[in-house]
């Protein structure tokens, strides 16, 4: 009995002193397995490198969300299969500071995976091929978005 009252009495104490924000057991793996996943499909985008893009493609040639889309899915996640359905998407949620393998949105109709400051990773257009992107003053994310 005296052992479950020091328990009990150690846990309020953590409680007093700020420590009631820690994760539920299941929300810590939560966290741990959105980062594999993104991470997942970052490295899965990067292997279809040099592919080239084909509009409404989701292999071997890609367009934008295509190729999004099936870096997910190939980790067992659907995003949706468009820009529209992305942002709308219930397993994502907007962040501000994007890891490799988020979602970077150039407004509504265009996205990449984010690569680091200033450079994404995605089909950009008719003509090109899954790459790298830099940004320009005129040319960069206006949102980005990762797992829940």
């Known amino acids: 009995m005296m052992k479950k009252f020091v328990i009990g009495m150690l846990f309020a104490g ?3 002193l700020g420590f009631s924000s820690w994760p539920a057991p299941g929300e810590a793996y939560a ?3 959105s980062a594999s996943v993104v991470t997942g499909a970052y490295d899965w985008a990067l292997s279809q490198q040099g592919a080239w893009y084909l509009y409404g493609g989701t292999g071997p040639g890609y367009d934008c ?17 468009d820009t529209y359905a992305m942002l709308a998407s219930p397993v994502l949620t907007p962040t501000t500071t994007p890891h ?4 970077a949105f150039f407004g509504t109709g265009h996205v990449e995976l984010y690569a680091w400051p200033g450079t994404t990773f995605g089909a950009l257009e008719s003509g090109t091929q899954v790459g790298y992107h830099h940004w320009s003053a005129g040319w960069h994310p206006t949102a980005f978005y990762t797992l829940r």
């Open 31 to 33: 966290a741990e397995h």
């Open 65 to 81: 969300s295509g190729l999004v889309y099936e870096a997910y899915l190939h980790q067992g996640v659907d995003i949706g299969r």
């Open 14 to 16: 953590l409680l007093v």
């Open 100 to 103: 490799a393998g988020d979602l």
